[in-house]
């Protein structure tokens, strides 16, 4: 039998992520509280991207996240992107990955019109975990109802993605938003992030899902979806010894930014290890 190889995912500076709203978001999400958003690079006006994405193609880009904060519903704020979004798309052979939070009708749509092919979708499959984590007056179907209508908008790509112990390092709602997916659709990608206890957040002290529970949701995923290319992404503690081992070992397909001890000991059970330039979000766009 053919041994599968592992797909190192290398973003760098050919696939970067930009932020609509710079440092700002509505929401103050107990894991995040915008944080995150200080490693994006600011795009705040939609002719800012422009520009930045005519820099890109120039200097052998392959595309960008394109990404923010959230307003206060829980959608990040893209309405006044969209014509700069087709402008590139058009313009440019930039591939654009939008995470749209939890996304409207009207934006799903236009993401249709407009010729998006890969859309970033976040799964949360516990409502507790929405209210007490996010914060927000939400459920966790709206997010699953949500790629509902990025299918029905005809995008060709929606990669789903789901926070292993977004609750205070506590496996719930993983398992139930692996199944909402499940009873939606096949994608052909499927991103697992797990959560990192950062600082100036009130998860700042949490301990951080442990290899086993991190293996216990990939198992559940591969056997779900077998043909799925399932994916370690980029968010993810990296304190945790044989967080990624483990992952491999219940079936993970590729690891953005695996560390150099992960790839020996990959090579050491005779797998290949093959490189990959961008997010891996498009590894079920180009089949990796």
Not at 14 to 33: I, S
């Amino acid at each position: 039998m053919d041994v599968k190889p592992l797909f190192a995912f290398h973003p760098g500076r050919r696939f970067p992520a930009y932020t609509v709203t710079g440092g700002e978001c509505a929401l103050e999400c107990r894991h995040c509280d915008h944080r995150w958003l200080e490693g994006m690079a600011d795009a705040k006006k939609p002719e800012e991207l422009w520009k930045k994405a005519q820099g890109l193609a120039a200097n052998n880009g392959i595309g960008f996240l394109l990404s923010g904060g959230c307003d206060a519903s829980g959608s990040v704020p893209l309405e006044s992107y969209l014509p700069t979004i087709q402008r590139i798309l058009c313009k440019t052979d930039l591939i654009v990955n939008v995470h749209t939070g939890i996304v409207t009708e009207n934006v799903a749509k236009q993401l249709g019109e407009i010729g998006v092919k890969v859309v970033s979708a976040d799964v949360v499959g516990s409502n507790e975990t929405v209210r007490n984590v996010m914060g927000i007056d939400r459920k966790a179907s709206d997010f699953s109802d949500g790629i509902k209508l990025l299918l029905d908008a005809g995008i060709e790509h929606i990669v789903p993605h789901i926070c292993v112990g977004l609750d205070h390092g506590k496996i719930v709602g993983e398992l139930e938003a692996l199944a909402a997916i499940k009873e939606i659709f096949e994608p052909k990608a499927l991103v697992l992030i797990s959560l990192i206890p950062t600082r100036r957040t009130a998860m700042e002290h949490v301990d951080p899902p442990s290899p086993r529970d991190l293996g216990k949701v990939v198992a559940e995923a591969r056997r779900l979806f077998p043909e799925t290319f399932l994916l370690l992404g980029c968010m993810r503690n990296r304190t945790t010894p044989g967080l990624e081992e483990e992952a491999v070992n219940a079936g993970i397909d590729g690891i953005v930014n695996p560390s150099a001890a992960c790839l020996d000991w990959v090579r050491d059970q005779g797998r290949e290890v093959v490189k990959r330039d961008g997010c891996c979000a498009l590894a079920g766009l180009d089949q990796a």
